[in-house]
C-alpha cells in the first residue's frame, strides 16, 4: 500500500524540522475504498481534505492543514485531489473545495467548506475525543 498513497512533508509550510507531518494524501481510489474500510473499525477521527492543485483558498489551507496533522496526532488527515480522484469527490458529495470531512467509523460527523481554519480546529477538538 505504500506505494499508492505517500505522507507528505512539508517544513516550508509549518512542519518542524525532522517531524513528518501526518497527511496522507492517497492517488488509487481503490487504496483509498481498502483503507476507508480498514478505518471504519477505530474510532480514530479522519479528517479528510479535498482539495485541487488549482485551488487558491486549499493552497492557503496547507500549512493550517500540517500544522493540525503534526498538533493533533490521535486523528488521520487525509488529502484527496478532486481531480484526480472524482469518484471518490461524488461518493462524499464534495461541491466546492477546499471541502474538509470529519468522519468517525466511517459516518460523517461535520463538515467544513472554504478556507476557514479556526471552524475547522474547533470541529477536530470537538470530534477527536
Not at 4 to 15: H, I, L, T
Not at 69 to 80: L, N, P, Q, S
Request: proline share 4%.
Amino acid at each position: 500500500m505504500g506505494a499508492d498513497f505517500s505522507a507528505m512533508v512539508d517544513q516550508a509550510n509549518g512542519a518542524a524540522p525532522g517531524k513528518r507531518s501526518q497527511v496522507i494524501a492517497f492517488h488509487s481510489s481503490s487504496v483509498w475504498k481498502t483503507h476507508f474500510e480498514a478505518s471504519k473499525e477505530s474510532s480514530k477521527l479522519l479528517v479528510i481534505d479535498f482539495t485541487a492543485m488549482w485551488c487558491g483558498p486549499c493552497k492557503y489551507m496547507e500549512p493550517a492543514l500540517n500544522l493540525f496533522a503534526d498538533a493533533y496526532t490521535d486523528v488521520e488527515f487525509i488529502k484527496i485531489d478532486v481531480d484526480e480522484l472524482p469518484d471518490v469527490a461524488r461518493e462524499f458529495r464534495v461541491e466546492a473545495m477546499p471541502t474538509f470531512l470529519l468522519i468517525k467509523r466511517g459516518k460523517e460527523v461535520d463538515r467544513v467548506v472554504g478556507a476557514k481554519k479556526d471552524e475547522l480546529q474547533k470541529k477536530i477538538e470537538k470530534h477527536r475525543v
